[in-house]
DNA sequence: TTGTGTTTTATTGCCTCC
DNA sequence: GGAGGCAATAAAACACAA
């Protein structure tokens, strides 16, 4: 370690040595410093101070002040502010840069909390969302089921009372495929069946749109992602694996190169959470909102 | 008064920059 | 290599309940 003599040594350069006491000479409570120079080793005063060191002092509130209010414009202290602080205060320099330094570890220390405490809100909201969305997901399948045996229904009493009406091939296979899928209990084949009829049957506006999408889009698969997990994530685990993988494709925007949208262009739905590259390391990006 | 927890002042060792 | 910053830590000063 470079030598730095302290008790306020090495500050200015020299090898000095302070003290502060108080002034006992006229029965203020006030603090004076004195600096002793390396000639004054034979002083008395320096003696008295090497065998009765002083205790820390702690700074009177308008020296603390002052200082608080130059911290407010400037964090760092350049020397000469601290030559010209350490005069105006009657403080060493060193305690000056003392000062400072521990201003700064207690600065950073609270904006830490702050940015934890930021954190935790965002991660609150961010998993109320997705509770909200999971609750939205159990609505929406529920009534894609209700719907779809409606129709079965429809077309089972249709088929038995009209047994002799023509149907083109595509319908009647349309009916079996739909059919397949329910005895199944494959609910998201079966919405590849009949989301055309849901479309203008649904009494969910949500869903409507929806439905309008996946029949643009041609691709019905991830309406139903959710489902394809093997049920043994628990919720922490499932709403760790939704900034991985997002609930449903199609309902969110492509995220491409971290090129993120505005939160309210996606109903704030979207995570900021993505993974663009399945070579590539999984990078999150963060909103606090 | 005293024990205890918190805050403030100061030191130490390491690191970076010039 | 010196100057200065930072993290970790020591220790004095302070606050406060019992």
Not at 19 to 44: A, H, I, M, P, Y
Not at 173 to 189: F, I, P
Not at 228 to 248: C, I, R, W
Request: with cysteine; charged share 30%; glycine share 6%.
């Amino acid at each position: 370690m470079a030598a730095r003599s302290f008790l306020y040594g090495g500050d200015s350069g020299g090898s000095r040595s302070m003290v502060s006491f108080e002034d006992k000479r006229n029965g203020s409570s006030s603090l004076f410093f004195r600096t002793f120079d390396q000639e004054d080793n034979g002083d008395d005063e320096y003696d008295d101070y090497l065998h009765h060191p002083e205790k820390k002092r702690r700074l009177k509130a308008d020296q603390v002040q002052f200082l608080e209010k130059s911290f407010e414009t400037e964090n760092k202290l350049e020397p000469e502010r601290k030559i010209q602080l350490a005069k105006e205060l009657g403080l060493q320099p060193r305690q000056i840069a003392i000062w400072f330094q521990n201003r700064r570890a207690r600065w950073k220390t609270k904006q830490l909390e702050k940015d934890y405490d930021l954190l935790q809100e965002s991660y609150n909201q961010l998993k109320a969302n997705y509770e909200n969305l999971l609750q939205e997901n159990e609505n929406l399948k529920s009534e894609v089921l209700d719907l779809s045996e409606k129709l079965l229904l429809q077309e089972t009493v249709k088929g038995t009372s009209d047994s002799s009406s023509t149907k083109s091939p595509s319908e009647s296979l349309q009916q079996e495929q739909m059919a397949d899928c329910l005895n199944n209990e494959d609910v998201s084949n079966a919405s590849n069946v009949v989301v055309k009829t849901v479309v203008s049957e649904s009494t969910s506006p949500r869903c409507v749109d929806m439905t309008q999408s996946l029949l643009e889009h041609g691709d019905s698969s991830n309406l139903f992602e959710q489902d394809q997990s093997d049920g043994s994530l628990d919720e922490e685990d499932n709403f760790g694996k939704m900034f991985a993988t997002p609930v449903s494709g199609y309902m969110l925007p492509k995220i491409e190169n971290g090129d993120y949208p505005e939160l309210d262009a996606v109903n704030s739905c979207y995570l900021g959470f993505h993974d663009h590259d399945d070579n590539e390391e999984q990078s999150f990006g963060f909103w606090p909102y």
